[in-house]
């Protein structure tokens, strides 16, 4: 009797397993973001009926941002399931990165994607870091390619005297994106000044004068 039930239990398992894996795949053509509609773990679907070409469609992308205004030289333009409804649960999303001669795209990781981007104009020197603190890192030109593992802190660099684009490409419709320094210096609360110091070697003047920087978030 108890081996009966532990294979009836075991049954049970694998046939719940596998309709977990079944229904893992989209059960539908698609599922456009209802974006005023509650958010749980990603959009709700709007009307099949209400799709038109605009929820699959953006143009954002087209043109370089400015980057004039900004404090180290680059600027982000995404394009997202916020920016392309039509993205939701397609796993998929993009965006363009502008850099002016000499600006920076600062260490940050997207805690929900790989990242991949394509040079569409100039030369960067770019990288990441593994978790062993082994740093990878290449000069890369236009028409170049390369990849940034999910999760790991990374960079790109415009070294040089001109202008530089990329067009980077995400795993999930939206990556998320993480900057070290605005995280921890300009986190709401703030982290207290003497942790700070302890953690990177520093006076807690020092915190403070970092943290001028780093408006907190709201």
Do not use: W
């Not at 209400?50 to 995404?78: C, H, K, R």
């Not at 993009?94 to 002016?100: L, Q």
């Not at 260490?107 to 770019?126: D, K, N, Q």
């Not at 982290?191 to 001028?212: R, S």
């Amino acid at each position: 009797m108890a081996t009966s039930m532990i294979y009836l239990f075991v049954t049970i398992l694998l046939v719940a397993a596998h309709t977990a894996f079944a229904e893992s795949n989209m059960l539908q053509d698609f599922c456009v973001a209802d974006l005023k509609g509650e958010k749980v773990n990603g959009y709700p679907c709007k009307d099949p009926a209400q799709v038109t070409p605009e929820d699959f469609y953006y143009i954002g992308l087209a043109n370089g941002a400015s980057t004039t205004n900004t404090t180290l030289g680059s600027a982000v333009t995404g394009a997202n399931v916020e920016k392309i409804p039509g993205l939701n649960t397609l796993g998929i999303s993009m965006s363009r990165i502008d850099y002016a001669p000499g600006g920076l795209n600062p260490p940050h990781l997207h805690p929900r994607a790989s990242e991949a981007i394509f040079v569409l104009e100039g030369r960067l020197f770019v990288g990441f870091l593994t978790t062993a603190g082994k740093l990878i890192s290449k000069h890369v030109n236009k028409g170049d390619v390369f990849v940034f593992p999910r999760a790991l802190l990374h960079f790109q660099q415009n070294p040089n005297n001109a202008p530089a684009s990329v067009l980077a490409a995400f795993d999930s419709q939206n990556s998320g994106a993480q900057g070290v320094g605005p995280s921890l210096f300009g986190a709401n609360p703030p982290i207290p000044d003497d942790l700070l110091a302890k953690a990177f070697y520093l006076e807690p003047q020092e915190v403070q004068k970092v943290k001028g920087k780093f408006p907190a978030k709201k």
